[in-house]
Nanobody
């Protein structure tokens, strides 16, 4: 089974940028689509962005479209989420996972890691 570790979170001022990383080990990470999710205090975990196994297509939640960019390096079994123009409402714990697409949503396949905390100060 693929194990994923997120990193790169931190405290940033509104309008600033952060780059999150996702490192995979074990399993066949490169064979799956990859996604980022986030969970804010008191809220359910929500989809943020995903990228196909080939890296050829990307998808974003409306709330981050135009500000976040997802990418992956299959050779290195890593993924990234570049976050620009951050807002206070982006404050959450961010998680990466392998994903599949259903007719309605992207669904995480693996176990959740510890995530990485992103805090945006307004």
């Amino acid at each position: 089974q693929v194990q994923l570790v997120e990193s790169g979170g931190g405290l940033v001022q509104a309008g600033g940028s952060l780059r999150l990383s996702c490192t995979a080990s074990g399993g066949t990470f490169s064979s799956y689509a990859m996604g980022w999710f986030r969970q804010a205090p008191g809220k359910e975990r929500e989809f943020v962005a995903s990228i196909t196994w080939s890296g050829g297509s990307t998808y974003y939640a409306d709330s981050v479209k135009g500000r976040f960019t997802i990418s992956r390096d299959k050779a290195k079994s890593t993924g990234a989420l570049q976050m620009n123009s951050l807002k206070s409402e982006d404050t959450a714990v961010y998680y990466c996972n392998t994903v599949i697409a259903t007719t309605r949503e992207w669904v995480a396949l693996g176990s959740w890691g510890q995530g990485t905390q992103v805090t945006v100060a307004s």
